[in-house]
């Protein structure tokens, strides 16, 4: 079975930058893609974005296109999200899922992290 650990959360002036890592062990697959999703208290949760095994293929959320950026590193079995010009509306528990398709849902990612809290403030 495959472990995720989020890092790298944190408090942030709007328009600063964080960077979020995942970190997978255990039982990994080769192929596997992993996607970043956010959810705020009493809200559903959010996609942000996903990325293929081989980082050919990559998804973003309107609200985050332009702004972050999906990026893995096989050999760490890492995965980042670099988050820049943060804005409150950022502001959530961000998660991270491994998948085997490149998929927007929840629902078609298997293992998650436990999050990490970002919080931007105004």
């Known amino acids: 079975q495959v472990q995720l650990v989020e890092s790298g959360g944190g408090l942030v002036q709007a328009g600063g930058s964080l960077r979020l890592s995942c970190a997978a062990s255990?039982?990994?697959?080769?192929?596997?893609?992993i996607g970043w999703f956010r959810q705020v208290p009493g809200k559903e949760r959010e996609f942000v974005a996903a990325i293929s095994w081989t980082s050919s293929i990559t998804d973003y959320a309107d609200s985050v296109k332009g702004r972050f950026t999906i990026s893995r590193d096989n050999a760490k079995s890492t995965t980042y999200l670099q988050m820049n010009r943060l804005k409150p509306e950022d502001t959530a528990v961000y998660y991270c899922a491994q998948g085997r398709v490149l998929s927007r849902s929840g629902g078609d990612y298997g293992a998650w992290g436990q999050g990490t809290q970002v919080t931007v403030s105004s």
């Open positions: 255990g039982r990994t697959f080769i192929g596997y893609l």
